[in-house]
């Protein structure tokens, strides 16, 4: 009769750990998007068009040759650089969602550089159950 009741407190703070666990684990998800959502700087737009991203960084006084931009693999932030003279840019945005690196195009027009790309989307991978 102990026993039973040592087995059952043993499993009611099992779920409770579980349950703690994925609480925090949504927290610092949910967490990380908004800190995302919220660090995008001044003179920076993010748009999404149905699968489409797009970015917009503010850099006037520059020529399309004097930028390089850079996106790292897993598509979730973007790097622009640009110098012409006295003029210096240099801004890294965080995306609130992934996008397919090998899809990105730029245009530069009237001080904006424009960036599109293709989201990424969501991969699931099946886990066998043993």
Do not use: C, H, W
Not at 27 to 50: H, L, M, N, P
Not at 87 to 110: D, G, I, M, Q, W
């Amino acid at each position: 009769m102990a026993e039973d009741i040592i087995n059952e407190i043993r499993r009611t703070f099992e779920e409770l750990s579980k349950a703690v666990q994925k609480t925090v684990e949504e927290a610092v998800k949910t967490t990380s998007e908004t800190v995302r959502r919220v660090t995008v700087e001044q003179g920076v737009k993010i748009k999404e068009q149905d699968d489409t991203a797009i970015v917009e960084i503010d850099m006037p006084g520059l020529e399309p040759g004097d930028i390089s931009i850079y996106i790292s693999k897993e598509g979730d932030y973007i790097r622009a650089e640009g110098a012409r003279g006295d003029r210096k840019y240099s801004r890294r945005v965080y995306l609130p969602f992934k996008v397919e690196p090998s899809t990105a195009s730029a245009s530069y027009k009237n001080g904006v550089l424009t960036l599109t790309f293709k989201k990424a989307k969501p991969q699931e991978i099946q886990i066998k159950v043993e």
